[in-house]
């Protein structure tokens, strides 16, 4: 259970990450995006920044989807349940059953849901 928790919190920085990365990239209308500005080459660039949260929201999202197929297999190995219970329990019991009176239940009649419907 423990590493199900903790891969949990890892899910949950992952995907704060990834939300952060795609309000930093430029859209069409400006968003959040990073401006331009910088030097006309290298990494600074409006084009390096853009191609660098390019990369980096493509890898953000591939773990987040592998961890998502990871805790999936953690939760299904913690409740150790792999198959469906395909058992169904048929036994009922009334309310005057659990009570004990037997005796009462006989005695209040049984009505027609259907009676009001033929009127």
């Not at 990073?34 to 084009?47: D, E, F, H, N, Y």
């Not at 999936?72 to 058992?87: H, P």
């Amino acid at each position: 259970m423990t590493l199900f928790i903790f891969l949990t919190v890892i899910q949950a920085f992952i995907a704060a990450g990834l939300v952060i990365l795609v309000l930093m990239q430029r859209s069409e209308g400006g968003g959040l995006g990073i401006g331009g500005g910088g030097s006309p080459g290298g990494m600074l660039s409006a084009r390096g920044a853009a191609d660098f949260l390019s990369r980096a929201t493509k890898w953000f999202a591939i773990l987040f989807v592998a961890l998502s197929i990871v805790l999936a297999a953690v939760a299904v190995d913690a409740s150790g349940q792999r198959d469906f219970d395909e058992t169904l329990d048929r036994t009922t019991t009334s309310a005057a059953d659990t009570a004990g009176d037997d005796a009462s239940a006989a005695e209040v009649p049984a009505e027609d849901p259907l009676a009001d419907l033929g009127e």
